[in-house]
């Protein structure tokens, strides 16, 4: 069985770092390429980063230059470092498997928040 | 970016109505749409990719069309597990954008 657990969310100030991790089982994630999707309370989703199975990566336009993702294929593990944290990065954080055009597990969610 | 944009926002149906949900993409994204369910509190599911494949486990009730920049999701026969909020998503680009859904509500 496939399952995807995220976990490091929390209360962090403005400004401040935060790791998200991404535990995975049932499958190897040096197969897939994986991604981070987020939802702020009450939106839609939007898609954050993503690494590629030859290690590549991209972010979206609001987080490039401040997030970070990597992956420890011996930990079967995705993380998302998270620097420079400011009030409208508030949101939960899913990680994802990708497989073909889409993504086809996700894991429960992980909130974050950046507030004072 | 690609920007996707869904219609209507929400609707109202009631149990046993065919439901369909527009998704429209500001350039040809081929065949490259993803739907999505997503219940409250809950990860996103999916449903349908390539615009048209049905996902494994996913009931049949549930189809998808179009291809280029319009797109729809089709449920055949609305069952009350089904109420729920629906994305699409294109990953034609490598910078994936999602609708901003589409929320089915009980009649």
């Known amino acids: 069985e496939v399952l995807l657990v995220e976990s490091g969310g929390g209360l962090v100030q403005p400004g401040g770092s935060l790791r998200l991790s991404c535990a995975a089982s049932?499958?190897?994630?040096?197969?897939?390429?994986m991604s981070w999707v987020r939802q702020t309370p009450g939106k839609g989703l939007e898609w954050v980063s993503v690494?590629?199975?030859?290690?590549?990566?991209y972010y979206g336009d609001s987080v490039r230059g401040r997030f970070s993702i990597s992956r420890d294929n011996s930990k079967n593990t995705v993380y998302l470092q998270m620097g420079s944290l400011r009030a409208d990065d508030t949101a939960v954080y899913y990680c994802a498997r990708g497989q073909g055009p889409a993504f086809d597990y996700w894991g429960q969610g992980n909130l974050v928040t950046v507030s004072s | 970016d690609i920007q996707m944009t869904q219609s209507p926002s929400s609707l109202s149906a009631s149990v046993g109505d065919r439901v369909t949900i527009a998704c429209r993409a500001n350039q040809n994204i081929r065949n490259y749409l993803s739907w999505y369910q997503q219940k409250p509190g809950k990860a996103p599911k999916l449903l349908i990719f390539a615009a048209s494949s049905l996902q494994s486990g996913v009931p049949s009730r549930f189809s998808g069309s179009g291809s280029g920049t319009d797109f729809t999701l089709t449920i055949s026969s609305l069952q009350p597990e089904d109420f729920a909020t629906y994305y699409c998503?294109?990953?034609?680009?490598?910078?994936?954008?999602f609708g901003q859904g589409t929320k089915v509500e009980i009649k």
């Open positions: 690494i590629y199975t030859g290690g590549t990566t």
């Open positions: 998503q294109q990953s034609y680009s490598t910078f994936r954008t």
């Open positions: 049932g499958f190897n994630i040096s197969n897939n390429y």
